[in-house]
């Protein structure tokens, strides 16, 4: 069983940074794609940036150039670097491993951007 423990969230200004982390459990991590995923109260969770086991990433549009997703496999963690934030990526942030076809979860991590 794959346990994600997210952290790094927070209070942030518009244009502001902030960075998340999310580590994982297990044996198999470098084997595993990992994703973060993004969730506004009433709306649907939207996959924010991917990174696969070979290390070859994809962002939303919404997200591109300013995010960065990232992975040390030595420490079962993967990252999200998120630069000039704005209001609109307030939401809660989800951590997602995807390992021989089962899909695990963190329990989120609040980043709100707010002057």
Not at 9 to 16: K, M, Y
Not at 88 to 103: G, H, I
Request: glycine content about 12%.
């Amino acid at each position: 069983q794959v346990q994600l423990v997210e952290s790094g969230g927070g209070l942030v200004q518009p244009g502001g940074s902030l960075s998340v982390s999310c580590a994982a459990s297990g044996s198999f991590f470098s084997m595993a794609a990992m994703g973060w995923y993004r969730q506004d109260p009433g709306k649907q969770r939207e996959l924010v940036a991917h990174i696969s086991s070979g290390g070859n990433t994809n962002y939303a549009d919404s997200v591109k150039g300013r995010f960065t997703i990232s992975r040390d496999n030595a420490k079962n963690t993967v990252y999200l670097q998120m630069n000039s934030l704005k209001p609109e990526d307030t939401a809660v942030y989800y951590c997602n491993e995807a390992l021989f076809a089962r899909n695990y979860w963190g329990q989120g991590i609040q980043v709100t951007v707010s002057s």
